[in-house]
């Protein structure tokens, strides 16, 4: 079945610190693969998608480029703010359900 | 475009009862899921929803279960509450439920089973 690993937190950096979440994935075809991030006290909120390999989905200064000879996605941003301090998802989907990694919760300090 | 939609947003229940949320998907869309968060599984898939018919089911006992309308809303409903069913449950919406497709999601119906 499919299922998705990402890094365990929980991650704190200071600000302006480079930010990497590693995101590998076992499907058995071709997924989409997606970036969610959850606020305290909200839903997930779609943060990038890449929707086949080499492709680079990026949003708000992340990044994520889909590479299917490692089957990975892994998550960077060169410089946090503060107000990157969340809880973020590495999700696949195929055949339109969505299956999720644990999350990983990052901390950004001022 | 308003956002998804879910009522209510807090729930507190009894084990035992029984209990419907209701999630409006986005204009236009017509692909509904649901999703549970727990702090100790994680996000889980239970169903989707498309031009009414049931596509998708997770592996959640036959307590829960869903519907669509033709107007693409969507109701969840959980028979004889257990403790363990307290959790975030989440609505997302999409156009069509394809690999592709992007889910939006709402805010969530935080339900207490007590």
């Known amino acids: 079945g499919n299922s998705v690993t990402q890094m365990e937190g929980p991650v704190t950096l200071s600000e302006e610190a480079f930010l990497t979440i590693n995101c590998t994935y076992t499907a058995t075809g071709y997924p989409s693969l997606f970036w969610y991030v959850q606020y305290p006290g909200e839903g997930l909120q779609l943060l990038l998608k890449?929707?086949?390999?080499?492709d680079k989905g990026s949003n708000k200064g992340f990044e994520a480029t889909y590479r299917k000879e490692t089957t990975s996605f892994h998550l960077e941003k060169g410089s946090v703010q503060v107000s990157d301090s969340a809880v973020y998802f590495c999700a696949l989907s195929e055949g339109g359900k969505l299956s999720f990694g644990a999350g990983t919760t990052v901390t950004v300090r001022a | 475009k308003a956002g998804v939609t879910q009522t209510p947003r807090y729930l507190i229940k009894t084990r035992g009862q029984q209990v419907t949320l209701s999630c409006s998907p986005i204009?236009?869309?017509?692909?509904v899921s649901w999703y549970q968060q727990t702090p100790g599984q994680g996000l889980q898939f239970l169903f989707e929803?498309?031009?009414?018919?049931?596509?998708n089911k997770g592996n959640f006992p036959g307590r829960f279960s869903g519907r669509q309308f033709s107007n693409s809303r969507s109701e969840m409903n959980v028979s004889t509450l257990e403790l363990g069913d307290s959790a975030l449950y989440l609505c997302a919406s999409s156009g069509n439920p394809g690999n592709a497709d992007t889910q939006y999601f709402g805010p969530g119906t935080r339900l207490t089973v007590l």
């Open positions: 204009s236009g869309h017509r692909s």
């Open positions: 890449a929707t086949k390999a080499d």
């Open positions: 929803y498309f031009s009414e018919t049931q596509r």
